[in-house]
């Protein structure tokens, strides 16, 4: 997957979590998440999901853990 490949994976994903978890989403600052989201790309072992299906609550884990 190249870079704008990627971009677009977070940036979809970003405003499906604005979404689905309106009253949550600014509890942690979206570069977190972003970064959370990259890393889920990136090494897709690290949960047992995609970025396309990945919750709120697992992208807060791994921005707290990565």
Do not use: S
Not at 20 to 41: K, Q, S, V
Not at 49 to 65: G, R, V
Request: glycine letters at 0%.
């Amino acid at each position: 997957m190249n870079a704008t490949e990627k971009q677009a994976v977070i940036d979809r994903n970003i405003d499906r979590l604005r979404r689905e978890y309106p009253d949550d989403f600014n509890e942690m600052p979206e570069c977190h998440l972003r970064d959370a989201l990259d890393t889920l790309i990136d090494n897709p072992e690290v949960a047992d999901t995609d970025a396309d299906h990945a919750t709120l609550p697992l992208l807060w884990q791994l921005a707290c853990l990565y």
